[in-house]
């Protein structure tokens, strides 16, 4: 069974930073495609960065791009979102996908809330 389990969300001043990580289990992470989605209050979900297993192909959506940096470390079935110049925009709950471009599986989320 896939699992996927998100931490380190929470409340940040405009243009401020957080590290997200996705610890993942049920699957052969090494050999598989991950990404990350979001979906703001009373909007859709959006796909915003996916990263292929050995880390040579790394897309990003254009929202974020510049902004937001996707990583892995199959060592620890781990997949990482560190978000930079966070904008009021950006608030939404984050969810980690076993995917490169698409909506699931996922986890069951964290929340990033920016806030002055």
């Known amino acids: 069974e896939v699992r996927l389990v998100e931490s380190g969300g929470g409340s940040v001043q405009p243009g401020g930073s957080l590290r997200l990580s996705c610890a993942a289990s049920?699957?052969?992470?090494?050999?598989?495609?991950m990404g990350w989605i979001r979906q703001a209050p009373g909007k859709e979900l959006e796909w915003i960065a996916g990263?292929?297993?050995?880390?040579?192909?790394?897309l990003y959506a254009d929202s974020v791009k510049g902004r937001f940096t996707i990583s892995r470390d199959n060592t620890k079935s781990t997949v990482y979102l560190q978000l930079s110049n966070l904008k009021t925009a950006d608030t939404a709950m984050y969810y980690c996908?076993?995917?490169?471009?698409?909506?699931?599986?996922r986890g069951q989320g964290t929340m990033v809330t920016v806030s002055s």
């Open positions: 996908v076993k995917a490169l471009r698409s909506m699931a599986p």
């Open positions: 049920g699957f052969t992470f090494s050999a598989a495609n």
């Open positions: 990263i292929t297993p050995g880390s040579g192909n790394i």
